[in-house]
């Protein structure tokens, strides 16, 4: 499997979404195949990466998917679409009537159980998405006619609904009409506030050869935990470092994927000059993390390329950091988070949001984050560059291990720098005007042999 750059593939990973701050997420999903599709759609909020809304999507050959996230009104996060393709649940298709995101997966009443983070409604508010394809559709079927428009409209979404409702034709058999995954499948994230005028958007990543070829997917329910980002086939995995390529294998399907997300070092860029109202924030997402530390997928202790069990909100990682000005001059290490593991910072969320400049506070400036890794505070000049050093010598357990012994340095990660700047006086008229950009993280991939000499 590996990371595709022309971003096609059988998984899709958005590395945000929010409704903090006035702001609503939309993403899209594009098939871009002449065959049917059966997908999970999962949304996993920030903390730990539980699951706070799972459903399935069918796409008909060549159709186009969208879904909002947005604010539900009582605190917590919810989501609708407007768009005509099958879904089960059925979901609503106005934002005043929109689905919300369930807590039961971290509040002690759903299949997971607590996991000692918070229980309320506002830890839905934000996180990430993760889309698996499950297989396609058998053509010519039953299935595929349903899915299949008509005048825009697909000829019978309840029937698709009702194949898993008691007694339903996928309850006794799932993989009826379902054939092996083939891939083809874009995505787009969106996060737009309306009221201010802002928008930040991306590509998802994509995971090709998710699945060995010819081997099938799992066609589960919709509330199913399965498939997930670590359900894979595949045990190689395709990784790009400054060296050239390698071809890793591994003995769990979920260290194949985490490796083509692997980096031991995150560069990007800040702006903060206060004249032109510039604000900078990072979004750092660990898609993986959860099969390490959370203690309902981990039976015993942490596992590589982590280093703490998700316990009383939070899961820790050290990290070192360095900040450059745009004349090359360093500014030295700045102690964004404190903590007993030692390094210049902690990432603690499988999603978090490192700002820049701005004042130690409960929520970030310009996302309006609440899983604020914390505040870059300290540095004398107002824009530049930072690396974070995700394999630090305090953190040995950054590793991990391919079966041949060859080893990546880092954690899996991903995510992007988002900045505004204001101007208030565009024109000369006085009026105000923001200006927003999204760039993805540039990440290092370093790989040892056992002897710590460079892989090749």
């Given at each position: 499997m590996h990371l595709n750059p022309n971003g096609l593939g059988q998984v899709l990973v958005y590395p945000y979404y929010t409704v903090n701050n006035g702001y609503a997420t939309f993403f899209t999903i594009t098939n871009t195949t002449d065959q049917g599709k059966a997908l999970k759609v999962r949304l996993l909020e920030g903390y730990n990466g539980r699951d706070v809304q799972d459903f399935n999507v069918y796409l008909s050959p060549n159709d186009y998917w969208v879904g909002a996230v947005v604010d539900s009104g009582n605190g917590g996060a919810a989501i609708f679409t407007n768009d005509n393709s099958c879904t089960v649940p059925k979901l609503p298709r106005t934002s005043a009537t929109a689905l919300a995101l369930t807590t039961a997966n971290f509040d002690g009443t759903g299949t997971q159980g607590a996991d000692g983070g918070p229980t309320d409604v506002s830890r839905t508010r934000e996180g990430h998405i993760e889309i698996i394809e499950m297989g396609t559709v058998a053509n010519p079927s039953a299935t595929l006619s349903a899915i299949t428009h008509v005048q825009g409209v697909p000829t019978d979404c309840p029937s698709i609904v009702n194949a898993w409702g008691n007694g339903g034709q996928w309850t006794l058999d799932a993989s009826k009409d379902i054939g092996p995954p083939s891939g083809g499948l874009f995505g787009n994230g969106v996060i737009l506030n309306v009221d201010k005028g802002t928008v930040f958007s991306y590509g998802a990543d994509a995971i090709a050869q998710f699945y060995a070829r010819g081997d099938r997917g799992e066609h589960s329910g919709p509330q199913a935990l399965t498939?997930?980002?670590?359900?894979?086939?595949?045990?190689?995995?395709?990784?790009?470092?400054?060296?050239?390529?390698?071809?890793?294998?591994?003995?769990?399907?979920?260290?194949?994927?985490?490796?083509v997300f692997m980096a031991d070092k995150i560069q990007n860029e800040f702006w903060s000059l206060q004249s032109i109202g510039a604000t900078s924030e990072w979004v750092i997402t660990y898609p993986t993390k959860r099969f390490y530390v959370d203690p309902y997928w981990v039976t015993g202790a942490v596992l590589p390329p982590f280093d703490q069990k998700f316990v009383g909100n939070s899961s820790y990682s050290p990290i070192d950091t360095d900040f450059f000005d745009r004349e090359e001059a360093i500014q030295g290490k700045i102690y964004f988070s404190v903590g007993s593991l030692g390094g210049d910072g902690l990432l603690m969320y499988e999603t978090q949001v490192p700002i820049f400049r701005q004042p130690p506070a409960a929520q970030s400036f310009l996302l309006g984050s609440r899983l604020v890794a914390g505040s870059v505070g300290g540095i004398e000049f107002d824009n530049g560059w930072a690396r974070f050093d995700l394999a630090p010598t305090v953190a040995p357990s950054h590793r991990l291990v391919a079966t041949n012994g060859n080893v990546l340095l880092g954690q899996p990660v991903t995510g992007f720098w988002v900045n505004q700047l204001i101007n208030g006086n565009a024109d000369g008229k006085g009026v105000l005007a923001n200006y927003t950009a999204l760039y993805p993280h540039k990440l290092h991939v370093a790989c040892q042999r056992a002897d710590g000499t460079p892989c090749s």
């Open positions: 498939p997930n980002i670590s359900s894979a086939t595949s045990l190689t995995a395709d990784v790009y470092t400054d060296d050239g390529p390698l071809s890793l294998t591994y003995a769990r399907p979920v260290d194949a994927v985490s490796a």
